[in-house]
């Protein structure tokens, strides 16, 4: 060891500090040093102690026996939904709910029994409710029943001297004004579970809150729910405030401006009652979704208030599944929609032009198997044009073999189909754009080239959502850009204050030649406006407008000879309609799915007309003629 | 092969008033978890217990190697808990926002406690061989800085301030005992208040709002604010002679928060008064005093420093911890010490035990 360290060799004579060298001396003193602070920091504590216990002692005893420092929970409103004019869709009520306090009622038995007889409530039931809560610590208040009505709260308010520990506190429920309206897309709330209360996101949260389950008020939880407040406050011995000490206030939630238009989905509701199916109509300059209606529908205020178990029975089995947003969830055949898709890959690979031709007899012969038109007496000699006017079906079966399945996939997934749109709804199936890769996985078979007719017109492994025509037809009409669909325009803070915004997002920019597509969009013109177009009879006569009919086949195409109304309900096939308005600088696209409505033209197409004169009514500078007919309509 | 004097020197002194502080430990958290606290809180008695088996094998572990092994090897026990820190950050356990556990089997190992000690040992190691009567200068704080803010640093970011300012307060104190020039000292001092309102300025909205609130726990009558006034009505409640063995009721209540770990005090002050405050207060000072002792006995700087070190651990937490809950100082996370049910807490705290036993017993060896 070094000896001028040492505690010896140092001694009293300062030799061992010729280098500064630290001896034992000198700790010594830093020492004293370091036990003198401790001694003064404990002295404060001390100190402290005495004044807590001893001089305040007596008050403190006092407020511990009463427990009377106790924090009340403050609500935070949760955002409204507005519909893109302003209008109201979504608010809050306030509710009623009846809690006990235990430690104040005692003894408990008896003020239940009380309450019971001033409020006609079941005093067992009451009971019960009490019993479930045993073990819970006694001044947090334990809720009897929630949403009592106004009489019951009177009943209580008056009786109030003579019921301790019972408390009606006020707390805001989810309202949704019209019943069942855009159901699907506002979507509902519920109490919130063990799973999401170890989230994250819910980390303000407690059990029994309510946060949205569904749609928007999911999508939204976040924006909409605000920040609880809360208020410390002093209560005496029978827990009535006394005093409030503190006060955090609530943080409303943001409210929504929706890009929905109140007039135009409740119309599009109104014309969907009694059919299974879905009506989207979107802006094509911006994605904004006009309407979404998926039918039936469901009364999201019963998800609030308490369903009974043969409500929700009947939700769950009804077959045309009400709880399912068809527009977003549901996969159909495109059928002969589809036949835009292939026309557009036809005209870019060069397989046609607009002078190709092909004569339909009524059927085309591939391999051993005879394929159909569903014009049996068939179509004679069709240009790309007539084609989609007509919609033959020969036309696109040769279009089709020659572009083979992975050609026309392409396309179809440059188009939007085969994946998720975007939209801020939760579950969005991405549908199916096969291709000969995806069957050897799927099934472990090579693609057989007659499936490639079936998948030309739409029918086959196709599936599509109702959005994603709605999104595709939208493209067709504005030049090309594929837009992600939006539901809110903006997030507005609860005095009103825009917080977001929401702005065009395209997502893709089909890359078309001016001239190609040009020729698709006669075609889908002539569908409508000229005499032989299969939705002829859907026609404006004071706006034009530009669509595709669909009529997709829910059994084997073998079945197609016999008429219609021979089959059953069931296996009738779904009629689409997909259509933008007006026909050259379109403001309105819009995608019609009727399950088993049969034909396109004659369950669809009239519905989007409607849809289309009701919003272009509206939004289209017109001479005042062309208003009373819309008006008419 | 074991000298004889290393037994005729043990530290029994030392030993008796840590079973001492323990023993008062287990009294406070038997009530905290079992009036009126949720059946499954129970268990956390039986598990401090077994956390005190371990504490007491690292206590033992921590006397018995020389610890001169631990001066020539403190770089490498550093770099290991930097190593964890870096690996809690990457692999923790999500707790309430923040990630301070690593998983180990079923139990956790909270690396941040034991960055207090690589902290303490790493820091006397370097002032065993630097520190001067002048005090030390700039050039020579550099190092010891650098060594404090990388372990500061990941604990800040786990996030575990309470903790991370514990480790930046021994670093402090240590500092200070070996002494700082006079010129350094006062540049800074003035540094760091010029560094303030620039800081700041710099600090985005809400940073400020949460540091208002730390400073000032009103600000969140809510949370920290609430908390502040239960323990206050639980510790002045209790006046001179306590409610009695579990007769506490804020803790039966459930009002207290935490109050098996950071608010254990309060649960204490309650039951037992101002006798058990003033008692517990007692045998914290004489166990202080006593590690400050060895500090004075040890025949080497390495030695004293760190027993300084391990000393001023044990002081900052208790003064913290029982600041706070007695309203005197903002609402952070810290334990206290023997006191606060957490394995990590126990086993750092006997450890350093254990360090100060080793320096204490080892006294002749140097002379």
New interface residues.
Partial sequence: MDPHRSHLASGKSGRGNFLNTPDSEWFSQRLYGTMLVMAVAFTVLVVRLLHLQLIEGQEYRRLSEINSIRLQSIDAPRGLMMDRNGRLLVDNRPAFDLKIVLKDARPVKDTIAKLARYTGLDRQELLDKVALARGRSGIKPILLKSDIGRDAMAAVEVHNWDLPGIVVQVSPKRHYLKKGFAAHVLGYMGEINASELRKERFRDLRPGDYVGKFGLEKTYETILRGKRGGRQVEVNASGQVVRVLKTVPARPGHNLVLTIDYDLQALAESLMEGKAGAVVALDPRNGQVLAMASSPAFDQNIFISGMSRRQWKELVANPDHPLENKAIQAEYPPASTFKIVTAIAGLEEGVIDETSTVNCPGHYRYGNRTYRCWRHAGHGEMDVIQALAQSCDVFFYQLGQQLGVDRIAEYARRLGLGKVSGIELDHESRGLIPTEAWKLRRFGQPWQKGETLSVAIGQGFDLVTPLQMAVLIAAVGNGGRIYRPVLVDMIKSAEGTVVERSRGQIVANLDVSRKNLELVRKGLWAVVNHPRGTAHASRLDWVEFAGKTGTAQVVGRADNGRAGRELADQYKPHAWFVAYAPADDPVMAVAVMVEHGEHGSSAAAPIARQLIAARLAREMPLPPKAYREAGND | MIDRRLIQYFDWGLLGLTVLAGALGLVALYSAVNA?S?ATQKILFTKQLIWYGAGAVAMVLSFLVDYKFFERWGHLIYTGTILLLVAVLISGK?V??SRRWLALGPFSLQPSELAKIAVIIILARYYART????GLGFKELLQPVALTAVPFALIVKQPDLGTAMVIALIAASMTV???IERRCFFSLLATGAMAVPLVWFLLKDYQKQRILTFLDP?R???GA??HI??S?????????TGKGFLRG??NT???LPEQHTDFIFSVL??EW??LG??LL?GV??ML??WG?SI??RS???FG?ILA?GV??MI?WQV?IN??MV?G?LPVVGVTLPFVSYGGSSIITVMIGIGLLLNVSMRRFM??
């Fill in positions: 009126g949720p999500y309430a926002g520190a001067t009567t002048d005992f070996v002494k009103d969140d009558p809510l604010g609430y006034i239960q206050k009505i639980a510790i002045g409640s209790g006046m001179i009721t804020q209540l459930e009002f002050a309650e008064g101002l405050a003033v207060l914290f000072f202080l005093a400050l500090a004075h025949r080497d700087p004293t300084v000393t001023v002081a003064f029982i600041g007695m005197l140097y002379e």
